[in-house]
């Protein structure tokens, strides 16, 4: 493979831990609910499991329903602002969860949050096309995605002794605070395009637009976001980060499953030991984008990655309590290997989609992402219900998986091979 030279190399240090932290907050206050229900949230408010299930369903709902004109909104006007007013939205959402003394408020302030947090992923995703060539891109998308198993691993140890020291009002407040300092950084270091960044020459800035340019050629542009919705191409992305996200849930799942059934373990060991499969995924991560900028192959760093998660996910759930040790070493192979593809996969899909419908496109794969989540959960929710156990749910899991993986080796590789393809994205809006 040829080697290019890179050019304006400040943009990693400038840009990618200002990403990295906005998406890191994001992500704190959007998973630090697990720790309030297990320190009491559910009792002192009287919630039943029922109610329960839902209040953590209505953050995904309100995350998929807006992320399409959120991305749009930040493709046509401004990412800069957009994130601004998110991060003081939702971190104010989230220091008033714990202030919250009835339950219909708690389900409004939830589903807000996830109407505030739902453009953050792809209006990122597509911040990174802007600044970051094909060469580049799976390493920089993965330094974003590593703001979630990252804030998990440090999550769960902060929070379990924020809960153990204070209670659950107070981490909501004290872990709400952050977001609303860091709008201020974000606003005053920020700049939408390349070309409006003082800390790059006139000539970086022509060579990384030329190359940015250079890159779409193969890639013909489409009418409107109506033909961009209707495309074989993207339907396949967004059906295959829908089924995803179900495994991932699967793996959320049964991570505090199999921890609970170490009784003799206490509640900071449980939060310690949580953050051992995102301290594997964090590694995996970073070698997988490392490789698929190298090799260019994106679907290599993709398929075989979920396959093996799917097979040390249902290993795990079949080895079960009885053999704790190894059933959680399954878990850490299982959570590294589904979160370590999702760098190589976000990388892939501008190499298939036109820029000028990039950032609704990518709103609507993530939104389905989220849609399998939100999906995932009522359905394993019910099957678990309706069958007394959870193997049908862990069967419905693995092959929503399996399914990504089919689907994932159907997509082409590169955007060369997309334009040779019946069915690809430009010829299939040539028709309309």
Same mark, same amino acid.
């Given at each position: 493979m040829e080697s290019v030279k890179p050019v304006a190399t400040q943009r990693w240090w400038y840009l990618m831990p200002i990403i990295f932290i906005t998406y890191s907050l994001a992500y704190l206050d959007r998973a630090n609910y697990g720790f309030a229900a297990a320190a009491g949230i559910n009792k002192d408010l009287g919630v039943t499991s029922g109610t329960s299930a839902l209040i953590g369903s209505l953050f995904f709902l309100?995350?998929?329903?807006?992320?399409?004109?959120?991305?749009?909104?930040a493709q046509r006007n401004?990412?800069?602002?957009?994130?601004?007013f998110s991060l003081i939205l939702?971190?104010?959402?989230?220091?008033?969860?714990?202030?919250?003394?009835?339950?219909p408020m708690l389900m409004v302030l939830r589903f807000t949050l996830g109407v505030v947090e739902a453009a953050v992923m792809p209006s990122m995703l597509m911040y990174i096309s802007r600044w970051f060539t094909r060469n580049e891109r799976s390493r920089a998308n993965t330094y974003l995605i590593l703001g979630n198993p990252v804030t998990v691993l440090w999550m769960s140890v902060v929070s379990g002794y924020l809960v153990h020291s204070f209670g659950w009002r107070e981490m909501f407040v004290l872990e709400g605070l952050p977001a609303l300092v860091w709008?201020?950084?974000?606003?005053?270091?920020?700049?939408d395009r390349p070309a409006d960044a003082h800390w790059m #020459?006139?000539?970086? &800035?022509?060579?990384?637009?030329?190359? !940015?340019?250079?890159?779409?050629?193969?890639?013909?542009?489409?009418r409107n976001y109506k033909a961009a919705f209707r495309s074989p191409m993207l339907l396949k992305c967004c059906a295959i980060h829908a089924l995803w996200s179900i495994g991932v849930y699967g793996f959320i799942m049964w991570l505090p499953s199999i921890l609970k059934s170490a009784s003799t373990i206490d509640i900071v060991s449980v939060g310690w030991l949580s953050a051992v499969p995102y301290l594997a995924a964090i590694v995996l991560m970073l070698l997988a984008?490392?490789?698929?900028?190298? #090799?260019?192959?994106? &679907?290599?760093?993709?398929?075989?990655? !979920?396959l093996v998660g799917t097979i040390a996910l249902v290993a795990s759930y079949l080895v079960g309590g009885s053999h704790f040790w190894i059933s959680f070493g399954l878990?850490?192979?299982?959570?590294a290997t589904m979160y370590a593809p999702y760098g190589p996969f976000f990388a892939l899909v501008p190499e298939l989609i036109p820029s000028n419908v990039l950032g609704g496109a990518i709103g609507l794969i993530n939104s389905s992402g989220a849609l399998g989540a939100f999906l995932g959960s009522w359905i394993v929710g019910y099957l678990n219900g309706a069958t007394g156990s959870p193997a049908v749910s862990y069967i419905f899991m693995a092959i929503s998986l399996l399914l990504s993986v089919i689907l994932t080796i159907m997509l082409?590789?590169?955007s060369e091979q997309r334009v040779k393809r019946s069915g690809s994205l430009s010829a299939a809006t040539e028709t309309h």
């Open positions: 309100g995350y998929c329903l807006f992320q399409v004109p959120g991305a749009i909104y401004s990412v800069k602002k957009l994130i601004f939702w971190g104010l959402c989230a220091a008033a969860t714990g202030m919250v003394n009835n339950i709008a201020v950084v974000w606003w005053f270091t920020v700049k #020459t006139d000539a970086e &800035k022509t060579e990384l637009n030329a190359r !940015l340019v250079a890159e779409q050629a193969h890639i013909a542009p489409v984008s490392w490789l698929s900028d190298k #090799t260019r192959n994106r &679907k290599l760093f993709v398929w075989p990655l !979920l878990l850490v192979v299982a959570g082409p590789a590169s």
